[in-house]
């Protein structure tokens, strides 16, 4: 099996070069996460799952630009820069859903599932660029 090429020097855009497609997929399961959430519960519903969309997306957003820059850095840097983000993000998570969930606001269920939907999306696409895109242009 052949080694994967090492990124140039002369490519630095390596490390984004994903987002824009999967920034445009979770921009369509928001849209579509709205519509269904109208459909199903009304504006509450609509909104709560439109954002749950657009918490993954920011959150994996932050990830992805947080990490490249550390990898570009120092890749030593990834490993704490990537552990901090993650204990940050989950405990800013957490705070805001507890907030949320203390208002008794209508669209707290669609919010999760809206999360939940973009963790699949973004998994899903992210797996299908590595192995389609990306292997291709390792070779």
């Known amino acids: 099996m052949r080694e994967p090429a090492a990124p140039t020097a002369g490519d630095r855009r390596w490390r984004l070069r994903h987002l824009p497609l999967l920034l445009a997929a979770t921009g369509l399961l928001a849209a579509a996460a709205a519509v269904v959430g109208a459909l199903t519960g009304g504006s509450d519903a609509a909104l709560g799952a439109a954002l749950g969309v657009g918490v993954t997306a920011a959150s994996y957003t932050l990830t992805t630009v947080v990490l490249a820059w ?19 993000k989950f405990t800013l998570l957490g705070v805001v859903m507890v907030g949320v969930a203390s208002t008794g606001w209508a669209g707290l269920v669609p919010l999760c599932l809206g999360i939940a939907a973009g963790v ?18 390792s070779r």
């Open 70 to 88: 550390a990898d570009s850095v120092n890749p030593q840097l990834v490993l704490p820069f990537g552990l901090a983000l993650y204990a940050a």
């Open 120 to 137: 699949v999306v973004w998994t899903g696409v992210h797996i299908w660029w590595l192995t389609t895109v990306h292997a291709r242009r």
